[in-house]
């Protein structure tokens, strides 16, 4: 079992920055890949971005490469989002989620998932 616990959203101005974190309980955290995804009200869940358990390598979705950067810590249990330049349609709420199976983009390949954290970016 793997629990998520995700943190740092909030209200931020377009073009600005926020850093999403998410801690993971367990001592086999560093044996999950990890991935963001993000929902608003209506739409599907979709995904932002992947990182493999060992760090070394990660993927993005389109919307987000150049501005967000997925990292992870092994030794704290924790994986972050840095979203830099962001836009209104960055509003969301974004996810946390595991996997066992690699970097995943599909979100039915996650198995565990943090409860959600609101990013709100205003004009």
């Known amino acids: 079992q793997v629990q998520l616990v995700e943190s740092g959203g909030g209200l931020v101005q377009a073009g600005g920055s926020l850093r999403l974190s998410c801690a993971a309980s367990g001592r086999t955290f560093s044996s999950y890949s990890m991935g963001w995804f993000r929902q608003i009200p209506g739409k599907e869940r979709e995904f932002v971005a992947t990182?493999?358990?060992?760090?070394?390598?990660?993927d993005y979705a389109d919307s987000v490469k150049g501005r967000f950067t997925i990292s992870r810590d092994n030794a704290k249990n924790t994986v972050y989002l840095q979203m830099n330049s962001l836009k209104l349609e960055d509003t969301a709420v974004y996810y946390c989620a595991a996997t066992p199976s690699g970097m995943q983009t599909n979100r039915a390949a996650y198995v565990y998932w943090g409860q959600g954290t609101q990013v709100t970016v205003s004009a």
């Open positions: 990182i493999l358990w060992s760090g070394v390598s990660t």
